[in-house]
């Protein structure tokens, strides 16, 4: 069923009588046979339900790719002309590489695959005149539904009645506080979800109050319904994927207009058989095509994730390892993700003047209260106390420290004010025995303020907190000699602009008696004790993490449904911005055009008041713009973004399944500063990844260079056989390329600026290290197969010939591993034992080619045989010759750049 055409989505705007005829309902709530009938008619209240992807589909994923395309046509060729052994090595590697993808992605799917829990609850409902409790699922449009606080709201609600009824909904509009509901408010039909007071959101949490409402939309009809189906919309493409393709398709041409142009050279004007040169022509395919690259990236990006498994950093996609390296990007929700979602008091006022600072953060109660920068003792500031004890007995909310960690419930703000208790000792069951509860007044919109009656002594006392313009007028000026209300509103609203939440206290003796049965009259002659500031804060190191990514030269973005002040003041404490003009309302976005929002994203820090679609609109601004965006956040809010995005990175603890499913990667401990972690991580793997290419297409190259060499000089006899070739490029260099993807940083991962989204694989730089290696490699192989092979040669001859230069590619490959570690550094400021593994396959490499030589096995495979000591020592000093003409380009190239030394 299509539930964006079927069910309106301006229901907030729709007079109650309009709203109940189109929905064909009452206030009396539905019979048993309207609501089946309507469940037929709308489907279950529930989200589509995504399975995990089958292991076939994992394992037929790790197939797309440009070059293994080139990788199966070689070795459909290799059939078609009878070398079995050829084709037989590059099926082994499409294997291996196809073995090794699918077990990590298949791991990580399993893993992070969680069914959706969102609607997944009870609702009480209305039914056939009788409040009765039904699995939400059942819940249907027309029903009424009966909500308290704690409940999850099942559906999308508009709300009839309610009695100081706030809603949790950070996890939709990404706003920290609760937004107090009222059903009397009206709006434009175009007001964001967040100023839709009259509303009750499907996965909000009913954090205070209660309420009565009628159901207008289920399932995919709901605000969580529609932002699923913009997460399956399309997704970015992560930019190793597109570095790689454009690699893949030179690499391509590359083969094809050389293996044609030698082959038509040696036909033409070397005398060779056309089925000699086709021969030859496959040869030069093998040498071009670097076989070895899907394994040794595959091991790559798996080492890569297990080490950003080790930093809390979950990959679900083995290519979007290096996304976070590549990203110039990154937009991150505020609630959850930079800060802790959790409402923390921060700062104390008298009226007296003293201002105390509260230390810690979260509901957990660690910490301190500072007076002059120095500690509070419990008890040792009398008007603090009076302060303390209302905010402990005024509240609804459960604090209590249970197997070794915190556990709470209720209000937001309640929980920040026992939090807040605890760090000076008190406790409010032990304080509700001594000062028991007579009446309250609970939270009421119309009202701004709660208050409790408790029996203190011999008298009644009560506890008010609430709004201050509210509080204030209910105190009496003499209550305290410093009362000034004009200055008191000055410091209140000097506090909201750096984003606190001001909240009043008061206390006074009740004159009268009062009975748990009396409704109770709004306190008057109150003492004024003081206000108190709250803020989401930070999460630890997410200051740091932000500096780093600038440092980086990755441009950070904060996108929030919050209110300008509250992300301004945010984004001050985390160096993000610094002044109004970097700040922009979905109000204002919404009236950029597309062009103009691809403009502002580059100097815009802050999105503030933006309706989940917005954010979407924000990643596909700033990928017009030219940026690899990566988009990091932990609500429902975030996931169509996060699924448009290059990279998708969302949080893994407080983060809701729609999230996770939507992203490539996942942050287990929810902090944002392991994003740097990430952002190394992928920096190395991408390195590691250049490293690997540079190596297996220089020595590719080389091999292309002596088969060049080979036809234009007329030389009778192949210098190395395409199964020759083949180890090379798969046995030898394959396990040298496989450990050097276990480099480890080279120290400058996180210090470089991110590399420019149109800048190619194969840049400038390897280009001409390829050439300048490629080129001595070849011709000194080339000159050395000359030099073995004797004129008139006997076939024992042209193996030998063969076997030494076999044998001389695979020292040149020994060697010129240690040229690959860094594109900048010496070897000699690389020691061998940095990378242990790195070390152990060289060494492994070597011996194998050794055995290779020794044995019948190999010898069969290869033509191979053992090489006199002589000829090892001349062979062995040819290979050296790379290690000097390598360091001179390094140091040319630093001087050309102006890199430092050792950068």
């Known amino acids: 069923m299509d539930y964006r055409k079927q069910i309106p989505s301006a229901w907030h705007s729709l007079p109650l009588g309009n709203l109940t005829s189109q929905l064909d309902a009452t206030e009396q709530g539905l019979t048993e046979g309207e609501a089946a009938a309507r469940l037929t008619q709308y489907g279950p209240n529930r989200l589509p339900q995504k399975a995990p992807v089958p292991l076939w589909a994992v394992v037929l994923r790790q197939f797309r790719s440009p070059l293994i395309y080139i990788l199966v046509v070689a070795a459909l060729v290799s059939v078609a002309i009878g070398d079995l052994k050829d084709a037989a090595f590059i099926a082994g590697v499409l294997v291996l590489n196809a073995v090794i993808g699918a077990y990590q992605e298949w791991k990580a799917e399993q893993s992070s695959h969680a069914l959706r829990k969102l609607l997944q609850i009870r609702a009480s409902v209305q039914r056939d005149g009788d409040v009765r409790e039904i699995n939400a699922e059942e819940v249907v449009p027309g029903d009424i539904v009966w ?21 949790d909904e950070s996890l939709l509009t990404g706003e920290s506080l609760p937004v107090l509901k009222d059903p009397r408010w009206s709006g434009a039909e175009s007001a964001t979800v967040g100023d839709r007071l009259n509303m009750a959101f499907a996965g909000s949490i009913v954090t205070r109050g209660r309420a009565k409402g009628l159901v207008v939309a289920t399932g995919l009809g709901t605000s969580v319904g529609q932002l699923a189906l913009d997460v399956l919309g399309e997704t970015g493409r992560p930019p190793l994927l597109v570095r790689m393709e454009r690699f893949t ?80 990007m990154i937009a991150t929700d505020k609630t959850g993700t930079l800060t802790c979602n959790e409402l923390t008091l921060r700062e104390v006022r008298l009226p007296n003047g003293d201002t105390f600072q509260v230390t810690g953060e979260g509901f957990a109660p660690l910490g301190e209260v500072l007076f002059n920068e120095k500690p509070m003792a419990p008890g040792s500031h009398e008007s603090l106390e009076w302060l303390v004890r209302t905010g402990v007995l005024c509240n609804e909310a459960d604090l209590h420290h249970r197997n070794n960690d915190w556990v709470w419930h ?10 807040f208790g605890h760090k000076l000792g008190w406790n409010r069951e032990s304080t509700l025995d001594r000062h028991p509860q007579v009446n309250q007044i609970p939270f009421e919109p119309e009202h701004q303020f709660a208050a409790t009656f408790n029996q203190t002594a011999d008298k009644v006392t009560v506890f008010v907190k609430g709004a201050l313009e509210r509080v204030i007028a209910m105190c009496r000026e003499s209550s305290c000699a410093e009362f000034n209300k004009t200055e008191l509103e000055s410091t209140a609203e000097k506090m909201a602009d750096q984003g606190f939440r001001v909240i009043a206290l008061a206390d006074g003796v009740i004159r009268d008696s009062i009975r748990p049965e009396d409704a109770p009259q709004i306190p008057g002659e109150l003492r004024f004790l003081g206000f108190v500031g709250m803020i989401d804060p930070l999460r630890p190191g997410a200051k740091d993490a932000v500096r780093t990514c600038n440092d980086a030269g990755i441009l950070v973005s904060m996108v929030t449904g919050d209110h300008r002040v509250t992300a301004l003041a945010i984004a001050r404490d985390l160096g993000l911005a610094h002044d109004v003009g970097q700040v922009m309302t979905g109000e204002e976005l919404s009236e950029k055009s597309a062009e103009e929002l691809a403009e502002a994203v580059n100097r815009i820090r802050v999105f503030a008041r933006v309706a989940p679609r917005q ?66 991580e992928g920096r190395v793997a991408f390195d590691n990844i250049r490293k690997v290419i540079y190596l297996l297409v220089s020595t590719g190259a080389a091999e292309l260079v002596l088969m060049a060499l080979a036809v234009a000089t007329g030389t009778p006899y192949l210098p190395l056989l395409p199964v020759q070739i083949l180890w090379l490029n798969l046995v030898t260099n394959g396990i040298q390329d496989v450990a050097l993807a276990f480099e480890p940083n080279e120290g400058d991962a996180v210090k470089r600026k991110p590399r420019s989204p149109r800048e190619r694989i194969f840049n400038q730089l390897m280009i001409e290290r390829t050439v300048v290696a490629a080129l001595l490699m070849g011709i000194v192989g080339f000159l050395t197969f000359r030099w073995f092979l004797p004129d008139g040669a006997s076939e024992a001859e042209v193996k030998s010939a063969r076997n030494a230069l076999l044998l001389l590619m695979v020292l040149f490959e020994n060697v010129h591993i240690g040229n690959c570690r860094s594109e900048t550094k010496s070897v000699l400021q690389l020691s061998p034992l940095r990378s242990p593994v790195l070390l152990g396959g060289t060494m492994i490499a070597f011996l194998v080619h050794v055995a290779a030589m020794h044995t019948a096995f190999g010898q069969l495979l290869l033509d191979a ?32 750049n102006r890199i430092p030394n050792g950068a």
Not at 274 to 294: C, D, K, T, W, Y
Not at 620 to 634: P, Y
Not at 874 to 880: D, K, N, Y
């Open 147 to 167: 909500m308290e606080s704690g409940n999850r709201v099942p559906a999308d609600i508009r709300l009839l009645t309610a009695h100081g009824l706030e809603s």
């Open 865 to 896: 045989e053992p090489v006199s000591l002589q000829n090892w020592g001349i062979l062995f000093l040819l290979a050296l010759s790379i290690f000097p003409v390598m360091e001179l380009h390094k140091w040319t190239w630093s001087i050309r």
């Open 410 to 419: 209720g209000d937001t703000v309640d929980v920040a004010l026992l939090s």
């Open 249 to 328: 398709h030179v690499i391509a041409v590359v083969v094809l207009v050389a293996a044609v142009t030698i082959g038509t050279m040696g036909v033409f004007f070397g005398g060779y058989q056309l089925s000699e040169m086709f021969m030859f022509g496959v040869a030069l395919a093998v040498s071009a095509i670097p076989e070895g690259l899907p394994v040794a990236m595959t091991v790559a990006l798996a080492i890569a994730t297990t080490r950003m498994a080790r930093r809390k950093l979950i990959v679900r996609r083995l290519t979007a390892v290096e996304g976070l390296g590549s990203c110039t």
């Open 615 to 680: 954010k979407l609109q924000i990643v596909e601004a700033a990928r017009k713009a030219g940026h690899f965006v990566a988009v990091t956040g932990d609500g429902v809010n975030d996931a169509p973004a996060l699924r448009a995005a290059n990279i998708g990175v969302a949080m893994g603890k407080s983060g809701t399944d729609v999230a996770r499913e939507a992203a490539e990667l996942v942050i287990s401990d929810d902090n944002f500063a392991t994003i740097v972690g990430g952002v190394e």
